[in-house]
Structure formats: structure tokens, C-alpha cells
């Protein structure tokens, strides 16, 4: 039997970035009401909110918005917390 000296465990957090620039700075988006089963339309901010562990809404010179979102941040252990969803 031969014996070997194993690398100590490593981890690494890597967040993703992303976001959507709109020229329409006068809508702020919210998250809406619950929508029919059936609706074609209604559910991107439920998604971003359900998937991403920070979002918000970034607004940009002449008049245009970022709404952004970050994915991968969060340490699994703390579950639920640390949503921004707020503008900055």
C-alpha cells in the first residue's frame, strides 16, 4: 500500500454579471402580479428574481436604464438574503 499526500480542498466563488439596457428611463420595472397559467406574458422579472441573488436597476446618462442582475454571489448557506432589488 503506498500512501500519497492529498492537495488541500479548495473553492472558488465566481459571480456572473449581467444586464439589459433599455433607452426608455421613464418606466421603472417591478415585480408584478402573479399572471394565469395561460399568459403569454409577465413572468421575466418573477424569473430574474426567482434565479438571480442580487438585482437592481442601474439608471445610465440621457435617459437610459440597466436593469442587471448577479448570479453565483451568494454563499449557498445564506439562502434568501442579500437581494438588492433596489435602484442605484
Do not use: N
Not at 445610465?60 to 432589488?85: I, M, S, V
Request: glycine share 16%.
Amino acid at each position: 500500500m503506498r500512501t500519497t499526500r492529498t492537495a488541500p480542498p479548495c473553492a472558488r466563488t465566481v459571480t456572473l454579471r449581467t444586464g439589459v439596457t433599455g433607452a426608455r428611463g421613464d418606466r421603472i420595472p417591478r415585480l408584478p402580479e402573479p399572471v394565469a397559467d395561460d399568459a403569454e406574458g409577465g413572468r421575466g422579472l418573477r424569473i430574474v428574481d426567482a434565479y438571480a441573488d442580487y438585482w437592481g436597476l442601474t439608471r445610465a446618462p440621457a435617459g437610459a436604464k440597466t436593469l442587471w442582475a448577479e448570479l453565483g454571489g451568494r454563499d449557498p448557506g445564506a439562502a434568501g438574503e442579500g437581494r438588492d432589488r433596489g435602484l442605484s
